[in-house]
């Protein structure tokens, strides 16, 4: 580790620290690709921590959201007609693949697959 990142990661904040192992989780998930990278309109495999999972129905449909964080950026998975998913929880490790496109501004996935992965210590 050179002088420059020892310095960084010194005086670097709670959440840069965070957001660095997350990214080096992510990039040791095979074959996934950063969610600031993720190209629109292209089926991608990504993997990250769920930050939060809402019930947000969409015009009468009920429809489950949830932010997937990688340390890069974030992408809001949604799963139409469904309210609940076991394991998909707050807190949880998930390797998703689907095509990814924009929608108000931010990255989203609609009815990824998903890979639930073990959390640190499991």
């Known amino acids: 580790m050179s002088l420059r990142e020892q310095l960084r990661k010194a005086v670097a904040s709670q959440e ?4 660095d192992e997350e990214r080096e989780d992510a990039v040791r ?11 629109e309109r292209h089926r991608v495999k990504m993997s990250g921590v769920l930050r939060s999972v809402v019930l947000r ?4 449909v009920p429809a489950l959201e949830a ?5 890069s950026g974030t992408v809001d998975l949604v799963w139409l007609g469904r ?8 807190g949880r490790r998930l390797k998703v ?4 496109c924009s929608r108000e501004g931010r990255r ?3 009815n990824p697959r998903y890979e639930l992965r073990p959390r640190p210590g499991e």
């Not at 840069?16 to 957001?19: D, L, M």
């Open 16 to 19: 840069e620290i965070e957001a």
């Open 29 to 39: 998930a095979t074959g996934c690709t950063p969610v600031s990278q993720a190209p």
């Open 57 to 60: 129905p969409r015009e009468g």
């Open 67 to 71: 932010e997937l964080y990688d340390g």
């Open 83 to 90: 309210r609940e998913i076991a394991g998909i929880e707050p």
């Open 97 to 100: 693949e689907g095509l990814v």
């Open 108 to 110: 989203s996935m609609f």
